[in-house]
């Protein structure tokens, strides 16, 4: 066995998991449409993670009070029998691969309640305090839901008991100032949660697993730090709880940068936590960590080094849910890597609609082998580009039997992508980028570097299809001195950093722009961004922005001007419009991130040279990676 101490089975209570793998909740936007019960689409999505080789199957939070509804998360109505049939089929579906089923339970109170008078909601408004009739209901909905549960053959539930959720803010000092009995230290501000646990264990009995996460620490100052994580684990331990899943942070722009790690922070950064709890030596139930773990080598590492007996994986199995099975194989080098981008999570900004950077199939699993079908024949393809989507075309058509040849201008494949060799907190998005270059070397793929090919160079080449991938342009607005010696674009600043001087000038504060930004300021240098808009980064995804502007503020030597539009690049200085008067900022040198333009023109030239043609990624609109991927790989399984 290549991985023997994740791999091996595992006993909790009177219950067999398979391994020490648990498949944590995410929440499927695109599989439910306000039904009360879990459709098809549902179904697969779960299925196919009992299917991966998961322990534990953790089906996303549904609302323990009934007719919840709040437009995002499911609707499931877990008291009505004829709705509880499609549950007990997803049971059933997830045990019929061997793994147990669980389900996320949420607890919401009513009427804008919060633990106490003041407490943050999750809208970030203040709520008032609870009363304890109001605990009382919820906690007897909560019984009766997980009763449900386990009369629908399902094995266990998960009490999301973290991140400063309403029920989660009664274990934390912070947001706790309730003076009943329900308040003050910590058997108070662990009572009623504890009252839950045993209220469902006394109704379910001890074959049915109860695991609870929650923060072991929410790094807020006056909130639960880790010695306190440690006395709310252990009352959770005595009053029943069979797996402590040891989560961190808080529901905040803050702290939620640690709740759901992307590489601002380094690789596994909150294994620490579970790890403190496991060598307290006051636990006796599995201890579980969670937070961006996806090769099975670092989860045997973790349980090895006794730093936690179980982990949790979400986003490594929406990237690629064959993670388990490539590993077991020893083809870890072909697990898709998560580039922690976040765009899963966000999936209700984007019409409600789950989807993937880097699996393209997200979203549409439940019909893909529907929709693919085999090629009909092996065609000649070129593919005229070599970043993300232009590899990962290149990928899928060679897979699919035919024979490609990828073109490419620079002298090595990655594209956009190739910035983030340089850049410390895009390590996520660099091992995507050295994976698309393995795939492609490993199929031994037809590859010409250095090679700008022009409609002349195909048009009697024989080729039956061609995808362009060709880019874009960096916008250059009519702005006095933008084309100067003393500017460059964003994107080719990136290795060239010395060259910059100390007091650098960014144009431009989107995405590009403000990692650029923060990037040359973690390296020493000065750097201010300049935008004409009132707000930074619009383009980003919520959840990364969010984590994009707290380390921003966190940086001392990186200034932002807002509202203030460019007026002239000067030799040595900027000069800007603010609220209607001129200044000037100095400048070493200026960065231009003001923006992209799809090469149309060049992508379009290859029309008419073939029997088939696709336009794929930043040459059909500048974007992010994940529509490239997806292009890339729509545009080859079509072929």
């Excluded at 080729?463 to 994107?491: C, K, L, Q, R």
């Excluded at 007091?503 to 722009?513: A, D, M, P």
Aim: charged share 20%; aromatic share 8%; with cysteine.
């Amino acid at each position: 066995m290549r991985f023997p101490h994740v791999m091996t089975p595992m006993r909790v209570g009177p219950q067999l998991f398979r391994n020490h793998i648990v498949c944590g909740p995410s929440n499927i936007h695109s599989a439910t449409h306000g039904e009360l019960w879990p459709i098809e689409e549902a179904m697969r999505y779960w299925e196919a993670r009992a299917r991966a080789g998961a322990a534990v199957v953790t089906v996303t939070g549904a609302s323990v009070t009934p007719g919840f509804d709040n437009g995002i998360h499911l609707s499931w109505d877990l008291y009505v029998k004829n709705h509880t049939k499609a549950i007990a089929e997803l049971a059933n579906r997830i045990h019929f691969y061997g793994a147990k089923a669980s389900m996320e339970l949420l607890g919401v109170f009513p009427e804008d309640y919060a633990v106490s008078d003041g407490a943050r909601l999750l809208s970030g408004m203040p709520g008032r305090q609870v009363p304890v009739s109001e605990m009382e209901r919820l906690k007897g909905y909560f019984v009766q839901a997980a009763a449900a549960l386990r009369d629908a053959d399902f094995d266990g539930v998960l009490l999301h008991f973290g991140h400063s959720m309403p029920v989660a803010q009664f274990l934390s000092p912070f947001t706790n100032k309730r003076t009943d009995e329900y308040g003050g230290d910590t058997d108070g501000r662990c009572r009623y949660c504890c009252e839950i646990i045993k209220a469902i264990r006394a109704e379910c009995g001890p074959g049915f697993f109860i695991e609870v996460r929650f923060s072991g620490t929410e790094f807020q100052e006056g909130g639960i730090d880790i010695p306190e994580g440690i006395r709310i684990g252990e009352r959770f331990q005595a009053a029943g709880a069979d797996l402590l899943q040891i989560s961190c942070g808080m529901h905040n722009p803050t702290w939620m940068t640690w709740t759901h790690p992307c590489s601002y922070l380094p690789p596994l950064p909150n294994v620490y936590i579970a790890e403190a709890f496991k060598k307290s030596g006051k636990f006796h139930v599995p201890i579980g960590t969670v937070g961006g773990i996806q090769q099975l080598s670092d989860a045997d590492a973790i349980i090895a080094d006794g730093k936690a007996d179980y982990v949790v994986i979400t986003r490594g199995f929406i990237a690629d849910i064959d993670l388990i099975k490539k590993a077991n194989e020893g083809r870890s080098d072909d697990v898709v890597p998560c580039i922690k981008c976040m765009r899963c999570h966000d999936s209700a900004i984007y019409g409600e609609h789950v989807q993937c950077s880097v699996n393209p199939t997200v979203g549409i699993g439940h019909v893909i082998d529907e929709m693919v079908r085999p090629a009909a024949r092996s065609k000649r393809v070129a593919v005229v580009g070599g970043g993300p989507g232009g590899m990962v075309a290149a990928i899928v058509a060679h897979d699919r039997g035919h024979s490609v040849t990828l073109f490419d201008d620079s002298d090595q494949l990655g594209g956009a992508l190739k910035f983030a060799d340089y850049v410390s907190f895009k390590y996520s998005l660099k091992n995507y980028k050295d994976f698309l270059v393995r795939q492609v070397a490993k199929r031994g793929i037809d590859t010409r570097l250095n090679t700008r090919v022009t409609p002349a160079d195909l048009k009697d080449a024989g080729y039956d299809a061609i995808i362009a991938a060709v880019g874009a342009d960096i916008v250059n607005p009519p702005i006095p001195g933008i084309t100067g010696s003393n500017v460059m674009t964003a994107v080719d600043s990136y290795g060239h950093e010395a060259a910059l001087g100390d007091n650098v000038v960014i144009l431009g504060g989107g995405q590009i722009g403000c990692e650029t930004a923060l990037h040359l300021a973690k390296s020493g240098q000065t750097v201010t961004i300049l935008e004409m808009r009132s707000e930074l980064a619009p383009d980003a995804s919520p959840t990364h922005r969010d984590e994009l502007l707290l380390e921003i503020s966190k940086t001392p030597n990186l200034r932002v001007l807002l509202d203030s539009k460019c007026l002239e690049v000067r030799d040595g200085s900027v000069l800007y419009e603010h609220m209607g008067a001129s200044k000037e900022v100095g400048a070493s040198f200026v960065l231009n991130a003001l923006g992209m333009k799809a090469r149309t023109a060049a992508a379009d030239s290859f029309i008419g040279l073939s029997d088939e043609f696709a336009e794929i990624g930043n040459c059909v609109k500048a974007r992010t990676v994940e529509f490239a991927v997806r292009e890339g790989y729509f545009a080859a399984v079509n072929l």
